[in-house]
């Protein structure tokens, strides 16, 4: 399994693992190329000009927003075309032509980056300033944390980490999509408690879909040990080479299905 066993693992491992062993074992142990899908360069693009709104301090023009959005979609979605020339080998949502999905993304991330700019204006969003383990100041976006959780070494990045009224911290993840993770924000929680001393009571999410904050999410009773609990499962079904498929509905939606015994997706 090479160095799967000792990286540092992350949310993402985390539920792959949890929800499919045998694709986690495909694409981290085996190395399966992935099928592209349009929603994935979709999500990295909306982030970035959502990220630059912030950073300058809310100067970038809707303009230039959707213009880095638009630039960022169509290089990634050209080198993913590269590698994979097949559109019909592209992962789509309800059996859409790739083609069709690319340009409907295209215009919908436009559409969201640009509602995002309004609401940011309208919203005026405070984020928190933390500082590194060199002593250097960063502000709350796309913050990177690596924390130790129940033995395990867990690492990632947080979205936006906005300043609540009582000064306390709350976790924000952006999704242009329509699938939240409770756990993303649980473990977002610690870890900002853990390695900048933050106080976090809250979290939400920003959807794009719907151009605004869900409603927040109440962590104030979520406890160290029970997210640490989770990736320690995860840690040792990986180190002990535990990869139990579990085929179903969600082979659909599994970019390794391609290289899969088990799929019912073909």
Known sequence: ?????????????TEQWEKCGYQF??????????????????????????????????TMTEEEAVQLFSDQYSVLVNKSMREEPNLGRWMTAMKKPAGDDINDRYRMGQEQV?????????NQPSFVTVKNSKGEEKVGLELYFKVELGGVVVRGYIDQLPLEPDKSTRVRDLKTGSTKSRFQLETYKVAAEKQWDL????????????????????????TEEQVAARYVAMDQGV??????????????????SHACSFSRAR
């Open 25 to 58: 074992y495909l694409k981290r142990v085996e190395r399966v190329t992935p099928r592209p899908a349009a929603w994935s360069h979709q999500g990295t693009a909306f982030h970035s000009a959502a990220e630059a709104v912030e950073r300058s301090g809310r």
């Open 199 to 222: 106080k976090v009571y809250k979290g939400d999410w920003y959807q794009g879909k719907k151009h605004g904050l869900t409603r927040p999410l109440d962590l104030s009773e979520v």
């Open 114 to 122: 640009r509602r995002y700019v309004q609401w940011s204006q309208a």
């Open 1 to 13: 399994m090479g160095t799967i066993e000792t990286q540092p693992r992350s949310v993402s491992q």
């Open 239 to 256: 180190k002990a080479g535990r990869f139990e498929a579990n085929p179903g509905f969600d082979c659909g939606f599994c970019d390794v």
